[in-house]
């Protein structure tokens, strides 16, 4: 017989979404929040609810094994999680210092970015950046590198700050 638990990871698994109403049966509630409390599930919007990637990794072994979540082993790899500090200082953003000397934008060989964004980008995420570069959206090429995750951001910038061409 199916637990309610698999019942709503099916219904999860199909739909891409699960919602809680006020009709939603107190057990199922239960669930819904048990998958949220353990990250299977993440608030989409007031009530509904979306998968998350570790969703993905383990819900077919936890529909398989009917296994109640809160008795699950959860076998993922260990991820360092870093933070990295993403505040720009307005004021100063036209300069760099490096040893004694200031340099400015003008001083900068783009092309040595340009080397540095294809080394560490795959295909797909050039051609987003450069499109963004075109249409001349600083704000959006940040989040846009963001996006591609902490540890492609952390490589474009050292790659770029420790690129021995990047001055001219």
């Known amino acids: ?19 809680s109403t006020k009709d939603t049966p107190e ?8 998958l949220e409390a353990f990250g299977l599930i993440q608030n989409h919007r007031k009530y509904s609810y979306k998968p998350t990637q570790r969703f993905h990794q383990f819900s077919e072994e936890l529909i398989a094994t009917q296994t109640p979540i809160e008795n699950f082993q959860f076998k993922e790899d260990k991820i360092s999680h870093n933070t ?5 200082n307005a004021e100063r953003i036209g300069q760099f210092a490096q040893g004694s000397g200031i340099f400015h934008f003008d001083q900068i060989n783009v092309d040595a970015i340009q080397r540095t ?24 090429l940040f989040s846009k590198l963001k ?8 490589s ?13």
């Open 147 to 154: 996006s591609f995750g902490s540890d492609v951001l952390a």
């Open 1 to 19: 017989m199916e637990t309610t638990q698999t019942k709503v990871l099916k219904a999860l698994k199909t739909n891409g979404r699960i919602s």
């Open 156 to 168: 474009v910038v050292s790659g770029i700050l420790t690129s021995p061409g990047i001055y001219s």
């Open 117 to 140: 964004l294809e080394e560490v980008l795959n295909p797909d995420q050039l051609n987003e950046i450069k499109e963004i570069i075109n249409k001349k959206d600083g704000n959006h």
């Open 84 to 88: 990295y500090n993403t505040t720009i």
């Open 27 to 34: 057990e199922e509630s239960v669930i819904i929040d048990k």
